[in-house]
């Protein structure tokens, strides 16, 4: 879609790809999908390694498009950064994750729910202002919210010269590093930033089972990642191998299929009852 010049016209690029299309449609829905409910969340629990707990849910956006069916977040999140729609879907994603833990917390269940922030996001300049709103909105209390960071976002030049992650932590939130080890910063990095935890990225977790570099990689990260204070969860523990492995390693919770897919909410509240019996 880079393809006007400064005529303003497509003429070096006649046709738009189907893919293209479909992407420019994509954005001018957004917001309308919003408004109808066709953008919801599915959670998806953690537990704690040691004693199998669930400790958290990680909220996790879905479109239910009327035409084209289920449409991946891989496949919008990106486009809804580009069009500068990031921050009210990020609103709207949060809104929900956070009237589903008032509602444990109204069952007296005090579990917090993880929410994912798209780097574009820490560049807001309202958005500490709206996550202070939206806390206050549901009388959450911030321990129980926990932000997803990603690793570029975080070492960015803006982001480490702003106040915002501190921000952000006064709130009394937690910060999260999630993909661990799929970017270029290193531990020693997050010393000199508020974060509370690190997620390792599933790409190692996936392969831990069958190949020792991976195994190697996550127990370095856990040993590094606790020598600094900090939490470690594994995403993507997908069979007993690797949580029994994880957990010898001292990783602190697991998230991933093997616990349990993303669950709708209705399906989640049937999972946590058969859990706790
Ligand atoms: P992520 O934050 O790394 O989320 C984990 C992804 O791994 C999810 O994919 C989840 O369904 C998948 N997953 C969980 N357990 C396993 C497992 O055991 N094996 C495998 N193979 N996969 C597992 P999903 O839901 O498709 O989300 C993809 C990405 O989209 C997320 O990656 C996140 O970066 C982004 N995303 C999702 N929801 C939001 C949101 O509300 N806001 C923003 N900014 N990004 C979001
Ligand atoms: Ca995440
Ligand atoms: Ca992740
Ligand atoms: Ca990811």
């Not at 919008?76 to 990020?90: C, D, K, S, V, Y």
């Not at 990095?189 to 831990?208: A, C, H, N, T, W």
Request: hydrophobic content about 40%.
């Amino acid at each position: 879609l880079a393809a006007s010049g400064s005529s303003g016209v497509a003429s070096y690029h006649p046709v738009l790809d189907q893919q293209s299309l479909r992407r420019l449609q994509l954005g001018t829905e957004l917001e309308q999908a919003m408004a109808d409910g066709h953008i919801s969340v599915v959670f998806q629990p953690i537990i704690d390694a040691r004693s199998s707990d669930i400790v958290s849910v990680e909220t996790l956006v879905r479109w239910a498009h009327p035409r084209y069916g289920a449409i991946p977040p891989d496949d919008f999140i990106h486009l809804a950064e580009q069009i500068g729609r990031i921050g009210p879907l990020t609103d709207h994603v949060l809104d929900l994750a956070l009237a589903r833990c008032r509602r444990w917390l109204d069952q007296d269940i005090a579990l917090s729910v993880a929410v994912n922030l798209s780097a574009r996001c820490l560049t807001e300049p309202d958005l500490v202002e709206r996550v202070r709103r939206a806390l206050r909105r549901h009388g959450v209390p911030g321990e129980l919210l926990t932000l997803e960071l990603t690793e570029g976002s975080v070492i960015d030049d803006t982001v480490r010269n702003s106040s915002v992650l501190a921000d952000l932590h006064a709130l009394g939130l937690r910060l999260s590093m999630d993909d661990f080890g799929t970017g270029y910063s290193s531990l020693s990095q997050l010393r000199q930033l508020p974060i509370d935890e690190v997620k390792i990225d599933k790409s190692f977790v996936l392969g831990m089972s069958t190949s020792q570099g991976e195994s190697f990689i996550a127990r370095s990260i856990i040993e590094l990642a606790h020598n600094l204070g900090l939490r470690v969860v594994a995403e993507g523990v997908e069979d007993e191998l690797t949580r029994n492995l994880l957990a010898e390693m001292g990783c602190d919770k697991l998230q991933g299929f093997l616990v349990s897919r993303p669950l709708p909410d209705e399906r989640l509240e049937s999972w946590l009852l058969a859990r706790t019996g």
